[in-house]
């Protein structure tokens, strides 16, 4: 019988995640009972927010299991079927987790239809990361023509595409990124007007003079992936009755404190600040997929991703990935070195 590799959380972390966290076991391939299907994933998706989860601290959701398959997101292929919902060799996107193999209900499952966008996109700029951009920056803060929109994490998965779709919405988008490669992927691929590389500042007022000259007129909207003194840098340059969407935290991931330091703009520049989880917004996304599938299958939109080969090499390029090592979407091909 084949075996399933997979990756499970052996032991929570105390502060910084390590590779020691993480354990590589096989089970049987199990299968399918009435109303479900096998998957055999071809890409898996990492993301930050699946730092959150190994902590067992309070949060929007319940901390990963230890023993058990690190969640995540996955597209691949039906190789076996019990359901009339969907067939052997149909394209799918799921939370199949860090395994080459996974049994679960049809319904968990979406069929994906267009041909033209690449498949590991589903995990990206088709998938959670740019419905997550759509959804902070259409639905929170609302942009109009001749604003200007400010991202940090500007060369992820998220902040590409929300700088890809504020410049659609006739907006001047600066991003801030970690380190000149980044900067200049960020101006140069992706098309933002202006980028701030935020390790050239070793405090907020040194950054927060940076982002005034890119941003002269100030910001109007704001898309925060990383908290910490880079929130505080935009917040001292936000303009009256901007909008912060509230994203992720990066900069709060291991457990330290990051407190805000200038708490009262929020009164005296009228912010509003919204933090939000997209899966509890289901109802935006077949239209921000709508969008982001036309766009990058037109290629007027072209994400970057980094690659990692085999199941194996997910936990330390997930740890890159926290440290900022990857340029755009961060993905593993299970089907490259698979053992």
């Known amino acids: 019988m084949s075996l399933n590799g997979q990756i499970v959380l052996k032991e929570r972390p105390r502060g910084e995640a ?25 890409f898996l998706s990492l993301d930050p ?3 959150g989860r190994m902590d067992e601290s309070k949060s929007y959701a319940a901390p990963q299991n230890l023993g058990e398959v690190m969640i995540g997101g996955t597209v691949g292929e039906v190789v076996a ?8 060799g149909d394209r799918v996107v799921g939370m199949g987790g860090w395994q080459h193999y996974a049994c679960s209900s049809a319904k968990a499952w979406r069929r994906i239809e267009d041909d033209r966008v690449p498949l590991s996109h589903y995990l990206g700029a088709v998938g959670m990361p740019g419905v ?7 639905r929170i803060i609302e942009p109009k023509a001749g604003e200007t929109i400010t991202v940090s994490a500007a060369s992820g998965a998220v902040g590409s595409a929300v700088g890809f779709l504020a410049k659609q919405r006739g907006c001047r988008v600066v991003g801030i990124a970690g380190g000149a490669d980044k ?22 007022m040194g950054l927060s003079k940076a982002l005034k000259v890119a941003c002269p007129n100030g910001i109007d909207g704001h ?3 990383v908290g910490g003194r880079v929130m505080d840098a935009v917040m001292i340059r936000t303009n009256a009755f901007a909008r912060l969407a509230v994203c992720g935290m990066i900069a709060g991931y291991n ?21 939000f989880i997209v899966s509890e917004h289901m109802d935006v996304w077949p239209g921000a997929l709508k969008e982001l599938a036309a766009a990058v299958g037109s290629g ?26 990857n340029f755009g979407k961060q993905v593993v091909n299970l089907l490259e070195n698979p053992a």
């Open 300 to 325: 007027q939109f072209r994400p970057r991703e980094t690659v990692a080969h085999g199941l194996k090499s997910a936990p330390e390029a997930f740890l890159g990935l926290l440290k900022g090592a």
């Open 255 to 275: 457990g330290e404190p990051i407190p805000m330091q200038y708490p009262q703009l929020i009164l005296t520049n009228r912010l509003k600040v919204q933090g």
């Open 132 to 138: 997550t951009a759509w959804m902070g920056l259409v």
């Open 223 to 225: 898309f925060e992936n």
């Open 81 to 88: 079927s019990q359901s009339p919902l969907l067939k052997v």
């Open 18 to 42: 390590k590779a020691s966290h993480f354990e590589y076991r096989e089970a049987p391939i199990p299968s399918p009972q009435a109303g479900e299907v096998v998957v055999k994933h071809h």
């Open 49 to 51: 927010y699946m730092r």
């Open 183 to 204: 900067c200049r992927y960020v101006v140069d691929e992706l098309g933002f007007d202006d980028c701030v590389d935020y390790k050239q500042y070793s405090d907020v």
